[in-house]
């Protein structure tokens, strides 16, 4: 399939004085997280907000900043997220796709809106119900 990219906007939703900056981001439906090197969450004076242990793709472990809120934008969709501070270029995972209801078009190598919901992102939920007592009941 090759790799498939997408042109995303990273901002600090705590620092709105800040600029947000633009980004071309792999997609990577393996990863889960949103990734961004050290130079990005400088950038967005993004502060480290945790430790996380991380499991690269060769099978070896590392500890790496976890940093947001970040507000992630595609095109007329966002979200917010946090970040692992690691590697030299953005990494898009599957959490904030997901979250996006974006998809992955192989043959364009690209990432694009969900074309079942173009108009507005669509995400699955379980409800759950009130019953006497104010416990809660799965619907």
Known sequence: MGHAYADIELSNPRRPDLDSMKARALAD??????CIPRHVAMQLHLEAAYEREVTLADGSKQMVPYVGPIHLK??????FVGAFVIGDEVLLGAVPMEDMDLVISPSGRSVTVNPESPNIPHGKVKACSRVSG???ARA
């Open 29 to 34: 439906t393996g990863s889960m997280m949103l």
């Open 74 to 79: 595609f095109g007329k969709r966002g979200c």
């Open 134 to 136: 104010g416990a809660f």
